[in-house]
């Protein structure tokens, strides 16, 4: 099977998910705006960041950033689980079509729909006084290293909607996304946390995606030094969790 043929395959199942977007509006207008009202929330009403120095501003909204690229992934889980149930991807698995294919035009339309929340993120954070002063190539580097994290965690709900296999099991699973998500530095530097639960931040992946980025846009709470890690562990996670998915996708009918 030819690169082409695959790649054909592959952006008609993306506008297949596109097209969703229009008779769903609601859902992908909620998905945008409930990072922005995350924001604000914790900017102005728990807002204060122990331990942070500088404009708390300056240090939130890299962490939100971070924060927006782990939520959000129920919807996509809920898409696999009902075209599952609904035998829509057992009809495309009858037809001639690169395995996978499915998969990769799901991700590929919640990775663009990632980027634009993601613009609008930051496009809300220039309005509340947030500046980005690493320059451009930094500017881009963050922006990669977020959709990366995206990407990344993207996988692994695929493969955890094709393992519950309903929507309903998915409600639960997706309740784990919050301590993770929140068991970072988004909102708070380890060192004012206590000691055990400070180290635990500091190994969550998103922790060091935050760090890296923050230090890129050149806003408090960044260190050098901390790219090679928000690099390492998205990828690491992508070696398990995208060919577990495929696999798991070719065995639904054997």
């Given amino acids: 099977m030819s690169a082409a043929y695959v790649m054909s395959d592959c952006w008609t199942m993306t506008r297949r998910e596109l097209a969703h977007w229009a008779r769903q509006p609601v859902q992908v207008v909620v998905g945008l705006v409930f990072p922005i009202m995350m924001l604000?929330?914790?900017?102005?009403?728990?807002?204060?960041?122990?331990?942070?120095?500088?404009?708390?501003?300056?240090?939130?909204?890299?962490?939100?950033?971070?924060?927006?690229?782990?939520?959000?992934?129920?919807?996509?889980?809920?898409?696999?689980?009902?075209?599952?149930?609904?035998?829509v991807i057992d009809r495309f698995?009858?037809?001639?079509?690169?395995?996978?294919?499915?998969?990769?035009?799901?991700?590929?339309?919640?990775?663009?729909?990632?980027?634009?929340?993601?613009?609008?993120?930051?496009?809300?954070?220039?309005?509340?006084?947030?500046?980005?002063?690493?320059?451009?190539?930094?500017?881009?580097?963050?922006?990669?290293?977020?959709?990366?994290?995206?990407?990344?965690?993207?996988?692994?709900?695929?493969?955890?909607?094709?393992?519950?296999?309903?929507?309903?099991?998915?409600?639960?699973?997706?309740?784990?996304?919050?301590?993770i998500g929140f068991l970072s530095n988004a909102f708070a530097l380890p060192g004012s946390m206590p000691g055990w639960l400070g180290t635990a931040v500091e190994w969550n992946p998103m922790s060091a995606t935050a760090t890296a980025v923050r230090d890129l846009f050149g806003n408090p709470g960044g260190e050098p030094g901390h790219v090679m890690a928000a690099v390492v562990w998205p990828l690491a996670l992508l070696v398990v969790f995208f060919p577990l998915a495929v696999r798991r996708f070719r065995r639904l009918s054997s």
């Fill in 40 to 87: 604000l929330m914790f900017g102005y009403l728990v807002g204060g960041g122990r331990g942070v120095e500088g404009d708390y501003v300056d240090f939130l909204v890299p962490g939100m950033l971070t924060l927006t690229m782990v939520f959000g992934l129920e919807g996509t889980m809920t898409a696999v689980t009902q075209d599952l149930n609904k035998g």
């Fill in 93 to 179: 698995r009858s037809m001639p079509m690169a395995d996978g294919a499915v998969l990769v035009g799901r991700s590929s339309a919640d990775m663009l729909q990632s980027a634009a929340g993601l613009l609008l993120m930051i496009g809300v954070g220039y309005a509340l006084g947030w500046r980005a002063t690493g320059g451009a190539a930094a500017f881009l580097g963050a922006v990669g290293l977020l959709l990366l994290l995206r990407f990344a965690m993207l996988w692994i709900g695929i493969h955890l909607a094709l393992v519950a296999g309903r929507a309903e099991l998915v409600q639960t699973v997706q309740i784990l996304v919050w301590p």
